[in-house]
């Protein structure tokens, strides 16, 4: 019986239950310094002035740096294609640009006198006007960087302007904010650096240890084969932990510079405003059709906050663009982005990053189109599916989507929700005028996974006791990638998972990887190990032919045993064990190589929410939701479900609750977790997980990514159903999150 597809629970978690997980803050490393950042609390300013003594003149503080003392040049932008003035200096030089923009490094011997001596670091602003508004900053009268000649970072032009809207029946506008969103993972960033003279090692919390190694190598002139990078347990990333920031640098930089180990953690308030941000979309709609449901025309415009440099968060709209025209068969598509700097905090990818935006997007103007026409926003979706494929599809758009069956996915949805029945209980709720209504929101998405990296690599090392190392170039984070890995490795080999264990996030010890971001984890990295713990099956026939005085072809592999034998005499047989002590001279039972894919996969579903309204206070309660989401085939469904749980929760936190603020002059309002509404248990129902799986041709496991789907589909249905529970009241539209002052206000106004 093969392992694939059983629900096993998870091999890793018994080592954090009993707290021996390994993070980059508690990591021991003697004799290390500590490093404090001075940042600006001010959003805009011009530094006039400078004075450290008092903070130099502190017990345990060793040194004060400014950018005088830092010899490196500003970080260019994050691709090429970028507007190249638009540059980032690791320590500011002569403006601040957002509050938590570096200023200052404090060293010191430990954290508590480096925390004392930044606060005394007097920095002298003059403040500059500050530039919050995404509209303002497209019109470019007042610059952020003056070099640059322009706010804007990166526009992706509409292939065409043509009146696509001419021959519409019924045409919708609507403006959407996708508001900003912090990450905040449970660990917030750190890292340890130290240098041995010739050679840096850094330990990063990072998404990709190989990432991290070459923007370290490049930005600190050291050659690659000279920078170890080690990511031990990472407490969530979310994308957010995706490349290397500017901190991460000035570690590297600051240990060589020193010649002794450094180190450093950020508090929660750094956390929350200078680790980049995601979202931050407006978007601009505009749908037209036939009043019978059918639509021909789609139209998004929109404007991206990249904050105050071009980081990763300026290119989201080119994902967003892909994915622009959904699951439908829409005929004529527009899209059109302008990605612009502003006084906050800089944006990067965000789980989806891109996809969820695009999602958020149509699937409001779908409901718009709907209530405009009178019909059930459900059935408004069905009549516009692209119908099922099972061989590549190219949109409108020009992306080629691997295999769909929308439409069986929607009814699924549909009928494990009960959408019908909780539609009659709505109608009774309306009909009793009930303070507390029902709202019903619905909807289908398509996003890209995998579609980072063309590969990965893979290790699979037998041991003299017959136990395997697995070695992959992605690294975990929550995703359950040792028990994932080890049944992969399991269903080739026949050893147990038990005895298998895996090895990630040490350039060292995995010379060639890309990392755990866009999904790609299992359909890349997974995929990998599957094919080389095949290969080493082979190897290992070949050692047991030997070793058994057989032909190659007569030797079979006995999973249930983990052993091999002539075919048709089991009771003579070689164990792993035996061939990996008979290799032990040759260099080993062991076979590593990186394995391509072919592309993309695009994973699909349908979410129903449920939301109960109370329109006299505007608290909204989410009180049911199914999630119908087909991530191809399914390795453990376990996983899987903890997966799209997590989504569902970081979606739902979107719509209901999630924003970064600021105030006029962009101060932020909500810099720790006391002031930034954050999601629990107890504001989530129980998720009613419906399973479906179309296999994708892409890979040899057939699998799709998961780790975002739930956070694509659960958003706009969220936003749908709260919208949905106050459309008898003539309310069209409440920008997420939807919170009880949004709710009330838009009652209020509906009256």
């Keep these: 019986m093969s392992i694939l597809g059983t629900r096993v629970v998870r091999i890793e978690d018994p080592r954090f239950l009993k707290g021996e997980g390994t993070y980059i803050g508690n990591l021991p490393m003697e ?3 500590h490093l404090t950042f001075v940042r600006s609390p001010i959003a805009h300013a011009r530094i006039t002035g400078f004075d450290a003594s008092e903070a130099l003149s502190m017990p345990g503080v060793r040194a004060v740096w400014t950018a005088a003392d830092i010899d490196l040049p500003p970080a260019p932008p994050a691709h090429g294609f970028m507007n190249k003035g ?5 320590l500011a030089i002569d403006t601040v640009r957002y509050v938590g923009d570096l200023v200052a490094i404090v060293v010191s011997e430990d954290k508590t006198s480096g925390t004392d001596a930044a606060e005394t670091v007097i920095v002298d602003y003059e403040p500059l006007p500050v530039l919050l508004d995404m509209d303002e900053s497209v019109r470019n009268e007042n610059l952020l960087h003056p070099a640059a000649e322009s706010n804007i970072v990166l526009t992706f032009a509409a292939a065409s302007n043509d009146d696509i809207f001419a021959d519409c029946e019924v045409v919708v506008d609507l403006t959407i904010e996708n508001q900003r969103v912090a990450p905040a993972p449970m660990e917030v960033r750190a890292c340890v650096a130290s ?3 010739s050679r840096l090692t850094q330990w990063a919390c990072s998404q990709g240890a190989h990432g991290a190694r070459d923007g370290l190598a490049e930005i600190l002139g050291i050659d690659k084969a000279n920078v170890r990078v080690i990511t031990p347990d990472v407490g969530g990333g979310f994308g957010a932990k995706s490349g290397v920031y500017p901190e991460e640098i000035l570690v590297g930089w600051a240990t060589r510079k020193l010649g002794v180990p450094v180190r450093w953690t950020e508090t929660r308030t750094e956390n929350m405003v200078s680790m980049g941000h995601g979202r931050a979309q407006r978007q601009r709609t505009r749908m ?3 009043r019978d449901g059918r639509i021909t025309a789609y139209r998004l415009d929109l404007l991206q906050d990249a904050g105050a440099y071009a980081r990763a968060g300026a290119v989201l709209p080119f994902m967003t663009r892909m994915m622009a025209g959904g699951v439908y068969d829409i ?11 502003t006084n906050t905090t800089p944006t990067v990818a965000y789980r989806g990053a891109g996809r969820p935006e695009a999602t958020a997007a149509i699937e409001r103007a779908m409901d718009m189109f709907a209530a405009e026409i009178g019909m059930d926003a459900a059935e408004v979706r ?14 409108v758009v020009g992306q080629t989507y691997d295999v769909g069956d929308y439409e069986t996915s929607l009814d699924k949805a549909l009928v494990a929700a009960d959408y019908k029945g909780w539609r009659e209980k709505q109608r009774a709720r309306r009909a009793s005028g009930d303070a507390k209504q029902i709202g019903i929101g619905v909807s289908v998405y398509v996003e890209i996974t995998g579609g980072v990296g063309n590969g990965e690599s893979a290790k699979v090392e037998i041991q003299d006791n017959g136990h395997a190392l697995v070695y992959t170039g992605t690294s975990p984070h929550g995703q359950g990638h040792a028990t994932s890995w080890a049944m992969l490795a399991s269903e080739q080999t026949g050893i147990p998972i038990e005895d298998i264990e895996l090895v990630w996030g040490d350039t060292d010890l995995v010379p060639i990887g890309t990392g755990t971001m866009g999904s790609r984890s299992l359909q890349q990295g997974g995929n990998a190990v599957f094919a080389v713990a095949a290969e080493l099956v082979n190897k290992a026939k070949s050692v047991a032919a030997r070793l058994l005085e057989a032909s190659e072809e007569d030797i079979v592999l006995d999973k249930d045993a983990a052993s091999f034998h002539v075919a048709g005499t089991p009771a003579v047989s070689k164990s792993w064990a ?6 032990k001279a040759a260099g080993g039972l062991v076979h590593s190589d990186v394995i391509g894919v072919s592309g993309a996969t695009f994973p699909f579903g349908a979410h129903v929410a449920i939301v109960e309204v109370d329109i006299e206070t505007g608290k909204v309660r989410h009180i049911d939701h199914t999630a119908c989401d087909d991530a191809g085939t399914v390795l453990n469904p376990m996983l899987l479900e903890g997966q799209i749980h997590g989504g569902v929760a970081q979606g739902a936190a979107q719509a209901l609750m999630e924003e970064v603020r600021y105030d006029d002059d962009a101060n932020p309002i909500t810099s720790n977790l006391a002031d930034y509404a954050f999601i629990s248990a107890a504001e989530l129902p129980s998720v009613r997980v419906v399973h479906m799986e179309t296999p994708t041709p892409i890979n040899l496991i057939g699998a799709k990514g998961i780790g975002e789907s739930g956070t694509i589909g659960s958003t706009p249905a969220l936003q749908s159903a709260v919208i949905d529970a106050l459309a008898h009241l003539n309310v069209r539209h409440i920008d997420m999150p939807t919170t009880a002052e949004k709710v009330w206000a838009a009652v209020q106004s509906a009256r």
């Excluded at 638009?86 to 690791?90: G, K, L, Q």
């Excluded at 005929?331 to 700097?341: D, I, K, L, R, T």
């Excluded at 035996?578 to 290799?583: N, Q, R």
């Design 331 to 341: 005929a004529n598509v527009q899209f059109e982005s302008h990605s612009v700097v």
């Design 288 to 290: 037209g059709g036939t």
């Design 382 to 395: 069905r009549i516009n599916l692209i119908p099922k494929f099972l061989t590549p599809h190219t949109t």
């Design 86 to 90: 638009i540059v980032f200096p690791y």
């Design 31 to 33: 004799g290390a310094l």
């Design 578 to 583: 035996d061939l990996a002590v008979a290799e």
């Design 195 to 197: 240098w041995d003279g």
